[in-house]
């Protein structure tokens, strides 16, 4: 039996584009596992819509006791490729790291991302640096909440610019 204060918060690493696979099987074998996933666009046939993609592409989280489960198994889980170890211990996450994480999910279970994933498009925003700082302009998409594309009037007309998602705040 698992002790509370005993259980750590351990890395997976897993096959290519096996993430779901992975969380599926560690789950089977009654691993309390997590794969935190965000709100991205995936376009197709000319549609847009929005998928779950995996934060950590390639990573699943493992919360377990390393005394008292037979971690080993995890590596000869269909989908996973090894669990992260130094020499032959497993190496824990730093405590807090996957609970700030987790506490930043929405009610669908995807994590909300920075400054982007607060801003709806349509909304007003001012650059914070680079060649455009300190314009405004309305915000017409979020990529994945890495990048962000806005419009700007300059000379006249509208000037669609990407820019880091880190760079944009609401006007």
């Not at 918060?9 to 290519?16: A, L, N």
């Not at 493992?62 to 170890?85: K, Y």
């Not at 190496?91 to 506490?103: F, L, M, N, Q, S």
């Not at 990048?147 to 007309?157: A, E, F, N």
């Amino acid at each position: 039996m698992t002790t509370a204060a005993a259980t750590r918060w351990y890395v997976v690493h897993t096959q290519p584009n096996g993430e779901v696979r992975a969380l599926a099987n560690l789950l089977r074998q009654d691993f309390h596992a997590w794969l935190p996933r965000y709100r991205g666009r995936r376009r197709h046939a000319g549609r847009v819509d929005d998928v779950a993609k995996p934060l950590f592409p390639r990573y699943v989280f493992v919360a377990m006791d390393i005394a008292q489960q037979r971690w080993r198994a995890i590596n000869s889980t269909f989908g996973v490729s090894h669990l992260v170890c130094s020499g032959d211990r497993p190496v824990a996450v730093p405590a807090g790291i996957v609970e700030a994480i987790r506490a930043r999910e929405d009610e669908r279970g995807w994590i909300r991302l920075g400054t982007a994933a607060t801003l709806l498009p349509g909304a007003q925003v001012r650059v914070l640096d680079g060649a455009f700082a300190d314009h405004h302009g309305l915000l017409e998409a979020a990529d994945d909440g890495a990048r962000v594309t806005i419009l700007l009037d300059l000379l006249g007309r509208q000037l669609r610019v990407a820019l880091p998602a880190a760079s944009v705040v609401a006007a």
